[in-house]
C-alpha cells in the first residue's frame, strides 16, 4: 500500500492513507475475535468463514442487521468511541438469538466525515469487544469517509451478523400455551433505543451530562453510554437444557411492540409490574421529561432487555441455569389467553 497516494483526492477531503492506518490499527482488536471458522485477514474484498456444522442435521442460516442510532451523539459528546461498538454488535446478535441462532460472524460499516485513523480504531475496538463476547468472529467491515456530507467530527455506526441454528432447534412459539412463566433477563439501562427522545429530555447539545448524579451513582452521560448487554451465551446455555418457546430482544417500541412480535396471535403477556426491577436512569429520564409511564413501556426496556417464555414447570430450572451463566434473571408474568398482546398490571 506504500505506493498507493492520491494528492487529487486528498485535496477533496479523502485520505487513502488514513484508511490504510486505520486497518493496521484495528488488527489488533480484530485479531482477538478470531474463532476457528475464520479464514480471511482484515483488507481483502470478502470476509471468509468456514462454519463447523457438526451435529447440525438442518442448518439455517439467520442473519440480522441493525445500527447504533442517535446514542452516536452521546459518545461524540463524551469524546469517548471505545464502547459504542459493543452496542452495534448487541443490536445485531440479540435480535438472531430470539430464534436460537448461534452467531457465527460479524461486519461493520462506519461513514464518517473524515477518518482519523485512532479513532475508527477505538470504535472497532468495541465492535471486536461485542463480538467476544457474542462468540463470534469480526471478518470484515468498511471505512468511509464522506467529505461535504458529515461534519469531520461525525460518524455513524452499522453492522450486520449471520448465525446458524438447526432447524429443529428454533424456537417455535406455536407451543406457547396459557400459563407458561415469562423470564426477564436484566438490562444494563437505556441500551440502544429511543435516543431521541433521551437526547431531548436531557437537553444534551446544551447542558452539561457530565455531571454527578446521586441518584444515578455516576454522571448522566456515563449512564446513557454504559454497552448494550449482549445475552447470546446464556440463552445458548439455557436451550441446551430447557425448551426456550419464545424470545423477545425489547428494543424501540418496549414491551408493547416488541413482546407481542415474539408470541402467537391469541397470547397476551401478562406482566407483572411490581415484580420490574426498573433501573434509576430511567426513573430520572421519565421524572425529568415528564413522560406518562405508557410511553416509558412503549419506548425502553425499563430494566429488561430480553424476555423469555418457557414452561411454567421448567422456570426454576431456567432461573437456576441463567444465574449460572453470570444473568440475573427473575420472572415477570405469565401468558394468557387474550388478544391483549401486553398487559402491565
Known sequence: MESSFSESYKAAGVDITAGYKSVELMKQHIKRTLTPGAMSDIGGF???????????QNPVLVSGTDGVGTKLKIAMLLDKHDTIGIDCVAMCVNDVICCGAKPLFFLDYIACGKNIPEKIAAIVSGVAE?????????????????????????????????????RDKIFDNNTVQAGDAIIALPSTGVHSNGFSLVRKVFDVENK??????????????????????????????????????AVSHITGGG?????????????????????LRILPIFDLLQKTGNIPERDMFNTYNMGVGMSLVVDSDKADEALQILKSNGEDAYLIGEITKSDAGVVIA
Open 46 to 56: 470478502g470476509g471468509l468463514f468456514l462454519p463447523d456444522l457438526t451435529g447440525i
Open 130 to 166: 461485542g463480538c467476544v463476547q457474542a462468540g463470534c468472529a469480526l471478518i470484515g467491515g468498511e471505512t468511509a469517509e464522506h467529505p461535504g456530507m458529515m461534519p469531520e467530527e461525525d460518524y455513524d455506526l452499522a453492522g450486520f451478523t449471520v448465525g446458524v441454528v438447526d
Open 208 to 245: 452539561d451530562i457530565n455531571i454527578y448524579s446521586d441518584e444515578l451513582g455516576k454522571t448522566v452521560g456515563e449512564a446513557l453510554l454504559t454497552p448494550t448487554k449482549i445475552y447470546v451465551k446464556p440463552v445458548l446455555a439455557l436451550a441446551e437444557k430447557v425448551n426456550i418457546k
Open 255 to 275: 414491551f408493547y411492540e416488541n413482546i407481542p412480535r415474539s408470541l402467537p396471535d391469541g397470547f397476551t403477556a401478562q406482566i407483572d409490574r411490581k415484580a
